[in-house]
């Protein structure tokens, strides 16, 4: 069963510039989550997509950030002006329901310079 | 908001040792997941805890729940390198859609 897919691997960019990520969950799962983690932190919800509907968003910066799910299946995740401090790794998860066991892909490492 | 908390944060043991990973959880949650995360890699599942009292064993790792003291912990049996990693717990608000995730345990397994 092929896995969560995400590109790219890495992304190195300079401040106020802009960056964008693409994720594709396992196929059938409808419930797809983009997380940031911070270096030395657990990972921390953006936004969670249930089909191509946002269940929860409230901790994506929206003045910046903005995600969306086409089709209820790949989604894309941007940021538009990148700050130092949206250095992190970018990872995407999918599960066949709200609530249930995630499934990591091998996520996006970001540097901000 | 359900805030998950883990300790110790960093964890250096020898090889055949036994030690605990201790996760607590603010708010109630039934739900209670073990991830592991190699260097530069993704999160791997580890456990799943649907109930109170549920126990997992996995090789020298047991996980178990208890919701009324919103504890889990990690147990970890005789100690082998390969388990150098960080693990993380993560819990379901009972309220909310998506996990919250502690900030790690990282441990070392030295010989």
């Known amino acids: 069963e092929a896995g969560v897919a995400q590109s790219p691997r890495y992304k190195i960019i300079e401040k106020r510039q802009s960056v964008a990520f693409w994720c594709n969950p396992i196929s059938g799962h409808a419930t797809l989550y983009w997380y940031q983690q911070i270096l030395g932190q657990g990972p921390k919800l953006l936004i969670q997509f249930q089909n191509n509907g946002v269940v929860d968003d409230s901790q994506l910066p929206k003045d910046r950030f903005s995600a969306e799910r086409l089709k209820g299946v790949d989604s894309t995740l941007k940021i538009q002006p990148a700050k130092l401090e949206d250095s992190a790794v970018y990872l995407c998860?999918?599960?066949?329901?709200?609530?249930?066991?995630?499934?990591f892909g091998s996520g996006t490492q970001l540097s901000v310079l | 908001e359900l805030k998950v908390e883990q300790n110790p944060l960093f964890l250096s043991m020898q090889e055949g040792k036994n030690y605990t990973i201790y996760c607590n959880y603010s708010t109630t949650s039934d739900r209670l997941y073990w991830y592991r995360q190699d260097p530069g890699k993704s999160l791997e599942s580890l456990f799943v805890l649907l109930s109170n009292g549920a126990v997992k064993q996995e090789g020298r790792l047991m996980a178990s729940l208890d919701t009324k003291a919103r504890l889990s912990t990690l147990h970890i049996t005789a100690a082998v390198h390969d388990l150098s990693a960080t693990y993380f717990c993560a819990g379901l608000p009972n309220s909310g859609y998506a996990l919250n995730f502690g900030k790690g345990t990282s441990l070392l397994v030295t010989p």
């Open positions: 998860a999918s599960s066949p329901a709200t609530g249930g066991k995630l499934f």
